[in-house]
């Protein structure tokens, strides 16, 4: 089990994820019809192109999927309880169609479950960069990790 359980995390603790991951069509296309967003600036490329962008823009939902996607097997595979939730999401810069992302987690916070024997709350924050180096999104996320099983 490659996730970590909550005392084998610290804060200040960075993970960058070793897979990077191209965006493609078909990625934006089924994520932006399966969650019923016809927004055409993620799915008609003419009227995308009169656009500010001049390009389909990936749905900025799917981005952060996949950016939480990629964290998980160097933090909470296996070891996490539940996602709590998100703070602050940012999208500085637009993800188009073939950018490739590579992803960045780090610890933030730290706490023991007050309800939950067993169990803590730790608070990541995911970014990605894409190929350009340029920062894509940034989010806060909480999430319940177990501990570690008593020897």
Do not use: C, W
Request: charged content about 20%; proline content about 5%.
């Amino acid at each position: 089990m490659p996730g970590r359980y909550f005392e084998e995390f610290e804060v200040g603790q960075t993970f960058d994820h070793p897979i990077r991951r191209t965006v493609t069509e078909t990625d934006n296309l089924l994520f932006s019809t399966l969650t019923h967003n016809p927004a055409a600036l993620h799915l008609d490329a003419e009227y995308a192109k009169t656009t500010e962008f001049g390009q389909i823009l990936v749905n900025s939902l799917f981005t952060l999927s996949l950016v939480v996607g990629i964290s998980v097997n160097e933090t909470t595979l296996g070891t996490t309880v539940a996602n709590l939730g998100f703070g602050e999401v940012r999208f500085p810069k637009p993800v188009f169609i073939g950018d490739t992302l590579a992803v960045r987690t780090e610890v933030k916070a730290l706490r023991p479950s007050k309800s939950r024997p067993g169990q803590g709350v730790v608070t990541f924050e995911h970014s990605a960069v894409n190929q350009r180096g340029e920062t894509v999104v940034v989010a806060e996320r909480a999430a319940l990790m177990l501990a570690k099983p008593a020897a």
